[in-house]
């Protein structure tokens, strides 16, 4: 079956720094790529999202890049900020239906 | 505004008893989902309706019923029998793209805090 993995956190950086938050994946096919972003008590909010291979989906910074030869699609910001702060979730949906399968979750921590 | 309501935002129950959280969208979307996070961890699937009057258990659905009698409303009820209730609770919902390779984005409600006294 489908499985999501992320890098497990908590991720604590510093205000301005590079941020990389791991996601690898395993899928049948041709799957689309999302990553989602929950505030402390929210839901979640779609962040950016790649449907095949060699896209990039970015948003408010950040970026990620579907590699299909490492099955990969790892999340960086370049300069994080305080309001960052949230948890970051990677998901894919298979070509075969509409379900969504969530990584762990990774929680970053931005200081001032 | 499209979107999804789910109220209440908090919810607390003793045990033994029975609670319904609500689920409602205005986007027009035919797939709705539950999922269950607890602290700490991802999201887990407790099912999920693509079409009125049609649903399915997900990956955790026992303790758990549904229903679906209308396209804006995807009620969970929480039985006495979910051993482990507390939780935060996300309704989701999708406009399912009826083909391979659709890209299916999720919108999320705000959730629901359950908490069993």
């Known amino acids: 079956g489908n499985s999501v993995t992320q890098m497990e956190g908590p991720v604590t950086l510093s205000e301005e720094a590079f941020l990389t938050i791991n996601c690898t994946y395993t899928a049948t096919g041709y799957p689309s790529l999302f990553w989602y972003v929950q505030y402390p008590g929210e839901g979640l909010q779609l962040l950016l999202k790649?449907?095949?291979?060699?896209d990039k989906g970015s948003n408010k910074g950040f970026e990620a890049t579907y590699r299909k030869e490492t099955t990969s699609f790892h999340l960086e910001k370049g300069s994080v900020q305080v309001s960052d702060s949230a948890v970051y979730f990677c998901a894919l949906t298979d070509n075969a239906g509409n379900m969504l399968t969530f990584g762990g979750g990774t929680r970053l921590m931005v200081k001032p | 505004d499209g979107g999804i309501t789910q109220s209440p935002k908090y919810l607390f129950r003793k045990e033994g008893q029975n609670v319904t959280l609500s689920c409602e969208q205005n986007?027009?979307?035919?797939?709705m989902y539950w999922y269950r996070q607890d602290p700490g961890q991802g999201l887990r699937l407790i099912y999920y309706s693509q079409i009125v009057n049609d649903f399915q258990k997900g990956d955790i659905a026992e303790g758990y019923s549904v229903s679906r009698e209308k396209k804006e409303s995807f009620p969970l009820t929480v039985t006495s029998a979910q051993k482990n209730p507390t939780a935060f609770y996300l309704c989701?919902?999708?406009?399912?793209?009826?083909?391979?390779?659709?890209?299916?984005?999720?919108?999320f409600g705000p959730g629901t805090r359950l908490t069993v006294l």
């Open positions: 986007l027009n979307h035919d797939a």
């Open positions: 989701a919902s999708d406009r399912t793209s009826g083909r391979a390779g659709g890209m299916n984005e999720q919108f």
């Open positions: 790649a449907t095949k291979a060699d």
